[in-house]
C-alpha cells in the first residue's frame, strides 16, 4: 500500500515538474515550426480558421476565378503573398521562417502553388521574346 | 505596306496628305469617323469598364480580335515581344520547336500572285474548340465569354490538345520556371497559350498585344466584343471583309483577318 502510495506520489511530482518546467519556459518539449507574421491581425478570417480550412479556401477560389471569371473575392493566393512575404527576402518560400514553407516543411505538406504561382510579392519579371520565334516564322503557305 | 491597300477608302482634301487629314478630322470632331460606321482605331481602342468584383464572366460577351493584315509589317515583332513582356515569357529553350506560341509573326505568301502577307497567328478562340473536345481532364475549357484557357491545375501535360489545335497555338512548359508574373501563373508539365491577357480584360483593359500595336501606331489589331452591336470591332466586321483562317473546319472563331 505504503509502495502504491510511493509510486502515485513520484508520478505525480514528475508530471507536475514538467508542466511546471514548460509553463516557466513557455514552450512544450514538441518542436514547433517559427512563423514570423509580418502583419498580424490583418487576415481574411481568424487564425484557427486559416490554420484549418485556407486549402479549401483557395480551392474555391482558384475555381471561381479560372473556370467562372469571378475577380476581386475575399481570399486569393496573390492576397496571401502580398500580405505574407517576408520583408527579409520578398517571398513567402526560401527559409523554414518564411510563411507558406514554414508550416509545410513542418508538416511535410508538399506546396505544388509556386511550380506556377510567383510566391514574391509585387515581382515583375522581365519579358523576352522567344529566340526562336525567327525560326517559327518562316511558315510558308 | 502601302496605304492605298486599306479596306478604309478616304479622299482627302487637295493638298493635304491623307495621314494630316485623318490627324485634322481627329482633332476637330474628338469622335473621327472617317467613313460611316468606320471610326480610327485609336478612338475605339478605349478600355471597357472592369467587370464588378464577384461577378462571373458572362456569355452575353464574346471576346474577338480583328487583326488587318494590310497595316501588320513583315518583320516587325512588337506584340510578340508585349506579349512576352505582360505574361513572363523570358525562358530559353534546348530546342527551338519547344519555345512559347502564345502569338508569333507568320509571313504567308500566295503563290500565284506572289502577293505576301505578314501576320501574328494565336490562340483563335474558337467557338468550338477543338482543345477542349479533345481534353482527356477537363482541363482545357472555354470560359462563358468565349476566351479559351487551360486550366493548369488540372492539366496533366498530356499535349493531346497541341495536336488537335489547328493553328499550332499550343506550347508544352519543359522546364521548371521561377520568373512568372504575379498575374500570369505558368509552369512545367503544362500546356499554355494565348489567354487574351484575360486578367487585364477583366479588368477592363485590352490585351497587350493590341495596346502595343496601337499605342506604336501600326493599328493593325483591334480587340473588343463580337456580340455588341455597338462596339468598334462588330461595326468593322460588318462592314469589311474579314476572313476566319480554316472556316472550313467551322470552328467558330473568335480572331479575324482582314486583307488576306
Known sequence: MLRTFRLAVGVLTAVAALVTT???????RVPKPTITIENPGKCVAPVDEMR????????????????????????SLNGCIECHASKKTGSVLGSNENFCQSCHTYAAVKLDCWDCHQPKANYKAKGTAPADHASTAGAKQ | MSE??????????????????????????GLAAIAP???????????????????????????????DTTKCTSGCNDCVKACATENGINETVKDARQGAQWIRKIDIKEVKTGRSHSLPML???????PCVDVCPTGASMKRADGIVLVDRHICIGCRYCMLACPYKARSFVHQPLTEQNPEVPRGQG???????????????????????????GHNAMLFGDLNDPNSEISRRVAQVTTTQVRADLKLDLGVRYQGI
Open chain 2, 4 to 29: 492605298r491597300n486599306h479596306t478604309e477608302k478616304v479622299t482627302p482634301p487637295e493638298g493635304a496628305s491623307r495621314r494630316n487629314f485623318i490627324g485634322a478630322v481627329a482633332a476637330a470632331g
Open chain 2, 37 to 67: 460606321g468606320i471610326h480610327l482605331v485609336q478612338v475605339s481602342q478605349a478600355n471597357t469598364p472592369p467587370r464588378p468584383a464577384g461577378e462571373a464572366a458572362s456569355k452575353t460577351v464574346r471576346w474577338g480580335m480583328l487583326i
Open chain 2, 123 to 129: 490562340c483563335q478562340h474558337c467557338a468550338n474548340p
Open chain 2, 190 to 216: 503544362c500546356v499554355e497559350s494565348c489567354t487574351f491577357c484575360v486578367h487585364r480584360v477583366d479588368k477592363g483593359q485590352i490585351p497587350a498585344c493590341v495596346e502595343t500595336c496601337t499605342k506604336q
Open chain 1, 52 to 75: 484549418r480550412n485556407h486549402m479549401d479556401m483557395l480551392k474555391h477560389t482558384r475555381d471561381k476565378t479560372m473556370r467562372d471569371g469571378v475577380r476581386g473575392m475575399k481570399t
Open chain 1, 22 to 28: 514548460g509553463a516557466v519556459a513557455g514552450e512544450s
